[in-house]
């Protein structure tokens, strides 16, 4: 069968190279004649594989050692409990949270469990079609909390806000897709499953020096500190995603960096989103200056036309275009890994629909 254009917004695409490289490491990993699936963590291989995983992160985002990079379990839903528990004050602890969708929503669900959390900005209310923009967030916040980039909508944080206290992004969705000043944050999580690596870890990466002043007594699991400790080993790590993310930033780093995975990704999303405004068929469910380019979510407008278009893309090889359930209509995820000739091919089956 010959490969689909695979538009999944997570788990989803990744390098054809890091699928070849992963299952040659699950039948003999670095020749040693062993599984990577059947050696303990500890072990030299691991450990290095580990120990590059952290450091290529680093150097992608050009951060320094006052930082942490971990690889945890849990995906990014665990880190809406981490977050809190790590950094809001045990006493009159309160937090600063944009609130931009399903997913920040959901972690203001469970912030809330720890202290005071003020919405300082929510477009909830028009269906999360744009980011707010018209918001302060003074030194009274243990922390301010959000989401680079909302999946399910299709927009994206174009710019990032000068705050008086900690600065926290869930970047899960366009992790490694745009150059940004990584140093601005404090604490960045992403789950690895859009463009980093296969489900089942998640990143994180931390300033050292913002730990340990909440009073709260932390579960040693849930502690950054464990794992920083123990250098990502405090408990056993997802080994496989943690060696599949390591060959997807590896392919990364070889072919030119985050400059020019952002160069890619302008391209496939200025391609896309010139045929949904061309095209009086379709459109945007966000206002155009908070477009993603990383999940273009976007609806057909004569709905007596659904039968054939999504007859006609899935015959072109198309998959995973459908719309997230609580949005329906269409999301074309345009990952790292996402060729710009998928993208043509998505746009030549919208211009013969008509
Ligand atoms: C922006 C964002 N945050 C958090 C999550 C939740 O991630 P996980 O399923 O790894 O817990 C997702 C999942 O798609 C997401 O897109």
Redesign the pocket.
Known sequence: MSKKHNFS??PCILPQEVFQKSAEAILDFNGIGLSLLEISHRSKDFVAVMDEARAIVKRLMNLGDDYEVLYLG?????QFVMVPFNLMKAENGKAAYLDT?V?AA?AIKEAKKFGTVDVVGSSKEENYSFVPKDYTVGSEYDYFHC?S????YGTQMKSFPKVDTLMVC?M??DIFSRQLDFSQFDLIYA?A??NMGP?GV?LVVVKKDILGKTGRDIPFILNYQSHIDKESMYNTPPVFPVYASLLTLQHLENNGGIAAAEVRNEAKAKLLYEEIDRNPLFETFCVKEDRSLMNVSFRLLDESKKEEFDNAWKAAGISGLNGHRSLGGYRASLYNALPIESVQVLVEVMKNLN
């Open positions: 917004a997570g849990g995906g990014a839903s665990l969708g997913w959901g989401t980039n909302n999946t399910i869930d899960s969705s789950g499953q859009k489900a998640t």
